[in-house]
């Protein structure tokens, strides 16, 4: 009995050991240093999302679109250096989550770690808003020490991110102009629409701030009315009254993590509004739609956030989201719009106004390396993360998917072309198209 | 190098969130609180230096008494509720804490800029470190000597009267107020100093993160925090330590090139720890082996 015992002590000590040895090496192998004598040059971009958690779906798009197109430069010769030598790019793709840690914790390898020249990432606002902190705020200020690498992000959305740091550029889409454009138009559409309401769920500060600073105060701009007042405070100006708004729709918002929302589609529905906003992300947009379809509730006008105009809205709930206006940076409309749409299905993702930034990112780097003269030796790395970062900021226009992309040099921000897209039988069809 | 000086804090932090559960989980309690203390540190102490511009360390020393106040409060109605119930009680607190600061806006300016917590906005620019030229070795350092501390007084206490005290409590409530022991002093001092270490972890991971928000303090992070001691054993404070690093070292840090199969793996791992080791992956077989490693135990 003893010896069985003392057997089986032993087995455990030995499996435990063998489950600790293998961590140990798993740990190893992960954190080993890459070979740094490599005989072929390469530009090396290294990009990371949420490819884990709720949001795994935004990080699985980019990494499929950034696949993509960094195959099609490959296939179309590489990148030129500035020594006239053509090199492959080479992608190494993180998965941070929505998690600030791990944004901050994957920018902190990839700078020190490996040889990439620029990041693309992260996928949400508040790992963006974190990760950007850590870098130099002001370029060749030696009191600061925040890290000093490029960074291009595809996805985080919400306004004013990039201006953190002169390291930090983003290529995303401009809500305020689209969603001034969108209205504009909706009241040329529906000239019988007067009235407003609408929901937003509050605990993501991009679907919250999007709703108070820009939805509800440009539907205002352009003539709608909050059903039963309460918003004087909004000018139309961006940010104006802001607190009015949430106040106003305190009874019809929820939580990303909410599975109900019967309380909030009776509000929507009390309020008999022409045109009701459904600010929120693709799963509790889909949620909120449901309960709305089951309440028979049909306004004239349905519009939801930027975020929501993807796959996985439509995959989610098609039929309630019919007939749903959503502005967007990205539909396959134009020859390379259908062709990166094509790739990311390819490579088990989608194209989206998120996701297919990332092809727009990956030729941005390209044309910045070879208008840079970037070396890609290890004995150039910090000076070549130098001329990218320059080159980014010295950008005016670059080609976009959807037309010709501008830039907003001090602020390290976009101004992408975008177009009006509605759910229509489990598609998004475009209706409108301002370029 | 910044990579793993960045790490290394990260571990740094974390054990002290750790051990902030651990102090209680000496006495038998089991607090999701630790979430909300974090919180308080990490905002209190990022007012302190972005709108007051108090330099980091008295910063960092209010923050943790604010929260080794308000756990203080939360003492005592938790001195009415165990178990399962004393569970659900401090989850509450720590989603008001998180609403409380979901909801605080306190902006002021500064420059060309307004700084201090925004709502859902988060609180950014806690930039106290980097814009003081700290590098990554001396912000390592820093947050190391809390740590190191911090585990120093809990290791002394535990060798003392105090330890044996908390641990009394923790094993038989009934005995040890039969031997004289004052229970409410014993769990409040306990919530109090547990308290008064996630603290001063939260101040800590403020201005190494230089932005926080509401959901950096969910119960994901309460339940880390007590995952810590559980995982790493309540023999040692080393357990805190040796578990933090498997947890956020190994599993978070190492399997990040597994891609989609990460989240599998961490959670097998966890599970295979747990069976192979159920008192904690540093319990005191453990303890003993590596003193006799070390030639520690005493023995010829």
Known sequence: ?435 | MAYYLGLVQLIGIHTLLGLSAYVLMLTGQLSLGQAGFFAIGAYSAGILTVIFELPVLPALLAGALIAAFFAFLVGFPALRVKGLMLVVATIAFSEFVRLFFFNLSWRVPRGDISVGPDSTNGFREIRYFVANGWSAFEITAFVWIFVILVMALLWWADRSRAGAVLRAVGEDELAAQSVGINLTAVKVAAMTAGGFIAGIGGALYAHTATYIDHLTFTVLLATFAIAYPILGGLSSVFGTLVAVIFIQGVLVEGLRFLGDWRNIVFGLLIIAAMNLKPSGLFDAPTARMLKRAVGLDGRG
């Open chain 1, 1 to 435: 009995m003893e010896n069985s015992t003392r057997s089986g002590t032993s087995i455990r000590a030995m499996t435990f050991a063998s489950v600790a040895a293998a961590a140990l090496a798993v740990t190893l192998t992960a954190f080993a240093q890459p070979a740094l004598a490599e005989t072929e040059r390469t530009v090396k971009i290294a990009g990371w999302g949420a490819k884990s958690g709720p949001l795994r779906s935004f990080g699985v798009n980019s990494e499929a679109v950034l696949t993509a197109a960094v195959q099609a430069i490959n296939d179309a010769g590489g990148v030129k250096l500035g020594d006239g030598t053509m090199a492959k790019m080479e992608l190494t793709y993180y998965d941070s989550a929505c998690n600030a840690d791990q944004a901050i914790s994957v920018a902190r390898k990839v700078e020190s770690q490996t040889e990439a020249l620029i990041g693309i990432g992260p996928t949400c606002s508040g790992a963006a808003a974190a990760m950007y902190g850590i870098f130099q705020k002001t370029v060749g200020d030696a009191s600061d020490t925040g890290l000093q690498f490029p960074i291009l992000t595809d996805t985080a959305i919400r306004p004013g991110l990039a201006k953190k740091s002169q390291w930090t550029f983003r290529n995303v889409p401009n809500e305020i102009a689209m969603y001034d454009a969108l209205f504009e138009w909706l009241r040329t559409q529906y000239p019988d629409a007067e009235t407003i309401y609408g929901g937003t769920e509050t605990d993501q500060a991009h679907s919250r701030l999007t709703f108070a600073l820009v939805i509800v105060p440009m539907a205002k701009k352009h003539g709608f009315e909050w059903v039963g007042g309460g918003i004087e405070g909004v000018t139309g100006k961006v940010g104006e009254g802001r607190e009015n708004v949430m106040e106003a729709s305190k009874s019809s918002n929820w939580l990303m993590a909410d599975t109900n929302f019967s309380v909030q589609a009776r509000a929507f529905k009390k309020s008999g509004a022409d045109m009701m906003i459904i600010s929120s992300h693709p799963f509790t947009t889909c949620g909120m739609l449901k309960e709305m379809k089951r309440q028979r509730i049909n306004p004239k006008v349905l519009v939801g956030l930027t975020s929501s105009s993807s796959a996985e809205t439509l995959k989610g709930c098609s039929d309630a989201a019919e007939g749903m206006y959503i502005p967007t940076g990205f539909a396959p409309i134009t020859e390379a719009a259908a062709q990166v749409a094509a790739l990311a299905e390819a490579n088990g993702g989608s194209a989206d106004l998120h996701s297919a930034a990332a092809w727009e990112n990956a030729h941005i780097i390209k044309q910045v390396v070879e208008a840079t003269g970037v070396m890609a030796k290890p004995d150039t790395l910090v000076a070549d993360r130098r001329k990218v970062r320059d080159g980014l900021e010295a950008l005016a226009n670059v080609d976009g998917l959807m037309g010709a992309i501008g830039r907003v040099q001090d602020e390290g921000e976009s101004i992408k072309p975008y177009v009006f897209v509605q759910a229509d039988a489990g598609s998004w069809t475009v209706v409108h198209d301002p370029r």
